[in-house]
T-cell receptor, first 111, second 117 residues
Framework: GEDVEQSLFLSVREGDSSVINCTYTDSSSTYLYWYKQEPGAGLQLLTYIFSNMDMKQDQRLTVLLNKKDKHLSLRIADTQTGDSAIYFCAESIRGNNRLAFGKGNQVVVIP | GAVVSQHPSWVICKSGTSVKIECRSLDFQATTMFWYRQFPKQSLMLMATSNEGSKATYEQGVEKDKFLINHASLTLSTLTVTSAHPEDSSFYIC?????????????FGPGTRLTVL
């Protein structure tokens, strides 16, 4: 089965880079996602990576995938105050349209 | 694109009443919709998966007679919390999947805050 683990809290100064980590257990995952949740709101899909990729960059976001260690990370460059939110990683599995979410990582950006 | 709305955004009701929450995909057809529940400072808990025109599939421990789900069209799913009690107070979030990209991504609504007095 799928099980996704995340660390809980990160504070970062505005302008610095922030890195959020996630581990997953199901090696049959095909896509892995990063979602952002601002207070009192739903989840916003930030980016995704296919399981046969090692890295994906999208503007300030860089996703790294280490399939051997089942480790996924999200790097946010030039972190801004609007990046303060909870970030969830999630995995989907081939043939199963469900997502398994990590516990979330709260990022607080200090001006 | 890929916008999902929920209505209402918040609702306060008395214990014993029923509350209906709507989830709409505004600019795409959703073959599958999902209903989640989120407690404060916690992750999302999947309640049920619904496909248009068929019965919802409920996760273990979720009472299907308590949480009625109807997915009558490719753009609308509803969740009805029947005979609500204070322990049903929570943040309910829906998501919709177009099912056409092959990636299985889900697009989320803004959530509905339910408070049962």
């Amino acid at each position: 089965g799928e099980d996704v683990e995340q660390s809980l809290f990160l504070s970062v100064r505005e302008g610095d880079s922030s890195v959020i980590n996630c581990t997953y257990t199901d090696s049959s995952s095909t896509y892995l996602y990063w979602y952002k949740q601002e207070p009192g709101a739903g989840l916003q899909l930030l980016t995704y990576i296919f399981s046969n990729m090692d890295m994906k960059q999208d503007q300030r976001l860089t996703v790294l995938l280490n399939k051997k260690d089942k480790h996924l990370s999200l790097r946010i460059a030039d972190t801004q105050t609007g990046d303060s939110a909870i970030y969830f990683c999630a995995e989907s599995i081939r043939g199963n349209n469900r997502l398994a979410f990590g516990k979330g990582n709260q990022v607080v950006v200090i001006p | 694109g890929a916008v999902v709305s929920q209505h209402p955004s918040w609702v306060i009701c008395k214990s014993g009443t029923s509350v209906k929450i709507e989830c709409r995909s505004l600019d795409f057809q959703a073959t599958t919709m999902f209903w989640y529940r989120q407690f404060p400072k916690q992750s999302l808990m999947l309640m049920a998966t619904s496909n248009e025109g068929s019965k919802a599939t409920y996760e273990q421990g979720v009472e299907k007679d308590k949480f009625l789900i109807n997915h009558a069209s490719l753009t609308l799913s509803t969740l009805t919390v029947t005979s609500a009690h204070p322990e049903d107070s929570s943040f309910y979030i829906c998501s919709a999947s177009p099912g056409t990209s092959g990636r299985g991504e889900q697009f989320f609504g803004p959530g509905t805050r339910l408070t049962v007095l």
